[in-house]
């Protein structure tokens, strides 16, 4: 009862929808580009991600994976794109050129307990978001409406996810509403403020 979460924040000068694109990706006409960012370690579920995009791409060609991370053991293979680590003010480029932005992390102590801060910055792109019921996450994204949450782990739910998301009306419309969650409740100073009245609030 002693414990208020309050989550990450995001600047929204930095990460918005009118954010230029950068020359990261190169997008033919009809393709879907899914992105990620972020590092490479175990908990972060990147074999899964690839995994899930292979099954994917048999059916949907029109899918390609671009991946802004640090992995070393990449999968080369068509439709896969790895591109290497960039300072964080070029990150907002990088996701303005993505359709959909995921977050595949499993089920494990670390995520648990760890707030995935880039989600935050995914929504304020205004960008369609697919992220794992995995720490909190699932209590800031309201599934359908501004963005798509599936169980850790499950392909099938995942894939299907992605799916749904070759509609680019569902698209522009769970992004649009990720922006408004973003700036109404997630921006920096509203997590500061919060931050605040959570604090003075115990010596009331």
Not at 22 to 31: A, D, L, Q, V, W
């Amino acid at each position: 009862k002693n414990v208020v979460p309050i989550w990450g924040g995001v600047d929204i000068s930095v990460f918005n929808p009118d954010v230029p694109l950068g020359n990261f990706i190169t997008k033919k006409e009809g393709e879907i580009i899914i992105g990620y960012t972020g590092n490479a370690r175990v908990w972060q579920g990147l074999p899964f991600l690839l995994e899930s995009f292979l099954e994917l791409k048999k059916k949907y060609p029109e899918f390609k994976l671009v991946l802004l991370c640090s992995e070393k053991n990449k999968v080369e293979t068509e439709g896969i794109t790895y591109i290497d680590q960039v300072s964080h003010d070029k990150v907002s480029s990088f996701s303005a050129g993505c359709d959909i932005l995921v977050i595949p992390r499993m089920c494990n102590e670390v995520n648990r307990i760890s707030f995935p801060s880039k989600m935050i910055e995914y929504m304020a792109m205004g960008k369609a978001v697919v992220v794992s019921a995995t720490s909190d996450a699932h209590k800031v994204i309201t599934n359908g409406k501004d963005g798509l949450v599936f169980e850790p782990g499950d392909k099938s739910a995942f894939i299907e996810a992605l799916v749904s998301l070759r509609d680019p009306i569902l698209r522009g419309m769970l992004g649009q509403e990720a922006w408004n969650t973003v700036k109404n409740h997630y921006t920096w100073k509203h997590q500061a403020d919060l931050f605040v009245k959570s604090f003075k609030s115990f010596f009331n």
